[in-house]
């Protein structure tokens, strides 16, 4: 296996691994928690508790291939906080809605979000690694079984699933990694990304990539 330093990693591959932990430890301390929750607190059935837990992986499920055609087009910062503060807002509609259809809304921004963020977390992570995308993707995919690992003790200790503290905490966390991004990089960045762009595939391409994954998608469905 290769060696890699860390006093090799720019703070770019420390911060995107740092808030793969961050996102994946508040995910499991809080999302697996959901269906009691709402159980406690709502007078929704089985079946449409069912539904708002599932529709952000249908949404992943959806949009992953296409979002990560337009994140290209946009610069880090502006799709870091993006993919970020959606799953936020979503965490508090959670909390503080009462209406069933704005609790499936909530799902929907939260899937967009996280549609958004998954690709984008891999791609920085190659786009930062010095030439160590291998190691480095290794090195967040063990970040990711140890945050999962723990996070649900921790939601357990913290919780008996009848608490909206767990989401607060998630939401509070995701905040903060927004907050975080807005300091941490540069506006610069604009016109460096721009620069690039000039030697990227031209706009009809993406298009013509968004039309063949929505045909790819729809043969699936059928």
Same mark, same amino acid.
């Given at each position: 296996m290769k060696k890699i330093s860390l006093t090799n990693l #720019?703070?770019?591959? =420390? +911060?995107?691994?740092?808030? &793969?932990? *961050?996102?994946?430890?508040?995910?499991?301390?809080?999302?697996?928690?959901l269906t009691i929750?709402?159980?406690?607190?709502?007078?929704?059935?089985?079946a449409q508790i069912g539904l708002i837990i599932g529709i952000p992986g249908l949404i992943q499920?959806?949009?992953?291939?296409?979002?990560? #055609?337009?994140?290209? =087009? +946009?610069?880090?910062?502006? &799709?870091? *906080?993006?993919?970020?503060?959606?799953?936020?807002?979503?965490?508090?509609?959670?909390?503080?809605?009462?209406?069933?259809?704005?609790?499936?809304?909530?799902?929907?921004?939260?899937?967009?979000?996280?549609?958004?963020?998954?690709?984008l977390l891999m791609s920085c992570l190659m786009r930062y690694s010095n030439g160590n995308s291998d190691i480095i993707i290794e090195i967040n995919y063990w970040i990711i079984n140890l945050s999962g690992a723990i996070g649900p003790l921790v939601g357990a200790l913290l919780s008996d699933g009848k608490s909206e503290f767990p989401f607060f905490l998630f939401s509070?966390?995701?905040?903060?990694?927004?907050?975080?991004?807005?300091?941490?990089?540069?506006?610069?960045?604009k016109k460096k990304l721009l620069e690039e762009k000039q030697d990227s595939p031209q706009l009809s391409a993406v298009i013509e990539n968004l039309k063949n994954d929505i045909l790819i998608l729809s043969r699936l469905s059928n």
């Open positions: #720019n703070k770019y591959t =420390y +911060f995107f691994l740092s808030t &793969s932990f *961050i996102i994946t430890f508040f995910r499991f301390l809080s999302m697996p928690f929750f709402l159980s406690y607190t709502t007078y929704f059935s089985t499920l959806i949009l992953g291939v296409i979002a990560s #055609n337009i994140i290209d =087009y +946009f610069s880090d910062k502006f &799709s870091i *906080i993006l993919s970020i503060l959606l799953p936020a807002c979503g965490m508090l509609g959670y909390i503080f809605f009462d209406s069933y259809v704005l609790m499936l809304f909530s799902s929907v921004v939260c899937g967009i979000g996280w549609s958004i963020y998954n690709p509070g966390a995701l905040f903060f990694l927004a907050i975080s991004t807005l300091i941490l990089f540069p506006y610069k960045r």
